[in-house]
């Protein structure tokens, strides 16, 4: 179990954002970086105004697909029970 400093004037017991849970150094930090610099411009030109119920970014699921191959996960549904 990992402790977090404790501070007597804090006002939260969980931090508010979850990469205060990842250590500074994870690869999924890497991964987030090197997606970032991805061009999907023209994929999101082509689907920006087309009807139906708007799509998840490219950039999160360009993330979930490496990180799941990092760590050796290549099913679909084994990606999807893990996102879940």
């Given at each position: 179990?990992?402790?977090?400093?404790?501070?007597?004037?804090?006002?939260?017991?969980?931090?508010?954002?979850?990469?205060?849970?990842?250590?500074?150094?994870?690869?999924?930090?890497?991964?987030?970086?090197?997606?970032d610099e991805l061009?999907?411009?023209?994929?999101?030109?082509?689907?920006?105004?087309?009807?139906?119920?708007?799509?998840?970014?490219?950039?999160?699921?360009?993330?979930?697909?490496?990180?799941?191959?990092?760590?050796?996960?290549?099913?679909?549904?084994?990606?999807?029970?893990?996102?879940?």
């Amino acid at each position: 179990m990992v402790l977090g400093e404790y501070r007597m004037v804090q006002s939260f017991l969980v931090p508010l954002e979850l990469t205060e849970l990842i250590p500074k150094n994870h690869i999924c930090f890497f991964i987030a970086d090197m997606v970032d610099e991805l061009d999907f411009r023209k994929l999101e030109k082509k689907y920006r105004y087309s009807a139906g119920k708007p799509a998840y970014s490219q950039h999160m699921l360009m993330r979930i697909i490496i990180m799941a191959s990092v760590d050796g996960v290549f099913s679909s549904r084994q990606i999807m029970k893990l996102t879940n």
